[in-house]
Structure formats: C-alpha cells, structure tokens
C-alpha cells in the first residue's frame, strides 16, 4: 500500500492523484499502484509541488516495512534513528 499527503499543492495535482488512487481526506491518497506507476507519479509530483509539500509512504524491504520520500518545502524531513524512521518537523 501506498500514502500520498499533499500539503498546500495546487489543485491540478490532487485531481492527477485521483486517476491512480482513492483521496480518504483532503490531499492523503492511498492505493497500491505498481512501484512503475509509483515512480512516475513521485516524479510529476517532485517537480510540480511549487512551494507545498509532499509526502510518501511506500513499501520497503526493511525492518518497517516501508520507507519515505518527501519534495518540496522542509515542513516535515525523515530523520532515520538507528534504522528506525521518524519524521521531524524543523525548527523554524
């Protein structure tokens, strides 16, 4: 499975999610697209999230069991603690 939360993108982005998955509260998508799909979408949304922010949640072969990417503004960054990942929210 796959979670996708859009902070402060704009809308056109949000409607191109919807094509691969389903939006369970306004801008967190969650579908199990293939890690093909998975990837070209991370692409489109890397490089059109302007000054918002994205974040993923994707299966991993480690001890959790998924990983994170995230793009744009640093409102939340993945901090990894001796093989666990956290997310940390940056002092302002």
């Known amino acids: 499975m796959t979670v996708i939360v859009l902070i402060a993108v704009a809308e056109g982005l949000r409607g ?12 967190v998508f969650v579908g199990n697209p293939s890690t093909r799909v998975r ?9 059109r999230c302007g000054d ?19 793009a744009g503004r640093d409102r939340w960054l993945p901090v990894d603690l ?9 002092r302002s």
């Open 82 to 90: 001796d093989g666990l990942m956290l997310m940390a929210r940056p």
């Open 52 to 70: 918002g922010q994205v974040v993923m949640i994707e299966p991993a072969r480690n001890e959790q069991g998924w990983a994170v990417r995230t």
């Open 39 to 47: 990837d070209r979408l991370w692409a489109v949304l890397a490089t």
């Open 16 to 27: 191109h999610l919807t094509r691969w998955m389903i939006e369970i509260a306004p801008g």
